[in-house]
């Protein structure tokens, strides 16, 4: 139990494009989601939280106007990267919240690599 | 100060060495304590989760928390090639609606 996915695994696009980025809880219900962003030999940056039904709260210093997270469910929250430039190249990574240990722990999704030409 | 200080390594051993890592911090909110493993290019994976103080075990795993000291550890028994890994200290505390805050991880390569 506790698995959470994220798709694409992948994507490159060119700069000033949108890029859409699902992360879906399989076999558990979360109010709540964690957006993250991982430089290279780095640790977890927290971007954003997202409640299902409600809109997402940003960490300081993130536009929220680049990064729009929509959690229109209890499985599935997305990230849209807007007008993505080169320096939103990175390791995008998703968490849910609960799961079988419960509200105290995170369930990571695999990752989405973005790289934008 | 960061609020999570663990050591980056990398950390060498071989094959079947005990391995231990360690997170100190200086929070004393913090009553949820995680381990996550992330190999390169993956999300990471909860590996222990132990609530306050005291130990916890899985398999060749064991996760310690001392709150009087403010001090975190992972011990891996009989250590595989298959660990190398990053290892990843995160801890939460309950007035910050669980965010998780995260060491910076420590690079661990078990040699064959």
């Known amino acids: 139990g506790a698995v959470v996915s994220q798709h694409p695994s992948r994507v490159i696009c060119k700069s000033g494009t949108s890029v859409k980025i699902e992360c879906r809880s399989l076999?558990?219900?979360?109010?709540?989601m964690f957006w993250y962003r991982q430089f290279p030999k780095q640790s977890l940056m927290l971007m954003a939280t997202?409640?299902?039904?409600?809109?997402?709260?940003?960490e300081q210093g993130v536009e929220k106007d680049k990064f729009l997270i929509n959690h229109a469910s209890l499985t599935l929250s997305t990230l849209t990267v807007t007008s993505a430039h080169p320096e939103d190249s990175s390791f995008y990574i998703c968490?849910?919240?609960?799961?079988?240990?419960?509200?105290?722990?995170?369930?990571f999704g695999p990752g989405t690599r973005l790289l934008v030409l | 100060q960061k609020e999570v200080e663990q050591d980056p390594g990398p950390l060498s051993v071989p094959e079947g060495a005990i391995v231990s890592l360690n997170c100190t911090y200086s929070?004393?909110?913090?009553?949820?304590f995680m381990w996550y493993r992330q190999y390169s290019r993956k999300g990471p994976e909860l590996l222990m989760y132990?609530?306050?103080?005291g130990n916890k075990e899985d398999g060749r795993f064991t996760a310690q928390v001392d709150k009087s000291s403010k001090y975190i550890s992972l011990f891996i028994r009989d250590s595989q090639p298959s660990d190398s890994a990053t290892y990843l200290c995160?801890?939460?505390?309950?007035?910050?609606?669980?965010?998780?805050?995260f060491g910076s991880g420590t690079r661990l390569l078990v040699r064959p």
């Open positions: 968490s849910a919240r609960g799961g079988e240990t419960g509200e105290e722990t995170q369930y």
């Open positions: 076999d558990f219900q979360a109010t709540t």
């Open positions: 997202s409640n299902e039904g409600s809109k997402a709260t940003y």
């Open positions: 929070n004393s909110a913090f009553q949820y």
């Open positions: 132990t609530y306050s103080s």
């Open positions: 995160a801890m939460s505390a309950v007035d910050s609606s669980y965010k998780l805050i």
